[in-house]
Nanobody, 122 residues
Framework: QVQLVESGGGLVQAGGSLRLSCAAS????????VGWFRQAPGKEREFVAT????????SYANSVKGRFTISRVNTTNTVYLQMNRPKPEDTAVYYC???????????????WGQGTQVTVSS
């Protein structure tokens, strides 16, 4: 069993930066793939980024590629999402999730956090 807690959300100006954290508890977290997803009001949950167990393989949605960076520190059971040059359309609740597959499909992740709100002002 893995418990995930997101933090770092808030209000940020477009073009600024924000770093989200996903702190995990539970055994063997380092073996899981971790993904970041987001959900805006009235929209479906969508893939943002994912990272494999070692941090050596990352994938990004086209909409955030070149602006966001996912990373992890297994010794502290933490995964980060560095958001640079955010845009108003990045406004959403951001969730981290853990699973066994390196995939952009939310249904393939077994464990989810409660989410953190990110609001980007223009």
């Amino acid at each position: 069993q893995v418990q995930l807690v997101e933090s770092g959300g808030g209000l940020v100006q477009a073009g600024g930066s924000l770093r989200l954290s996903c702190a995990a508890s539970g055994r063997a977290f380092s073996r899981y793939v971790v993904g970041w997803f987001r959900q805006a009001p009235g929209k479906e949950r969508e893939f943002v980024a994912t990272i494999n167990w070692s941090g050596g393989i990352t994938s990004y949605a086209n909409s955030v590629k070149g602006r966001f960076t996912i990373s992890r520190v297994n010794t502290t059971n933490t995964v980060y999402l560095q958001m640079n040059r955010p845009k108003p359309e990045d406004t959403a609740v951001y969730y981290c999730a853990a699973g066994d597959l390196h995939t952009d499909v939310p249904g393939h992740y077994n464990y989810w956090g409660q989410g953190t709100q990110v609001t980007v002002s223009s």
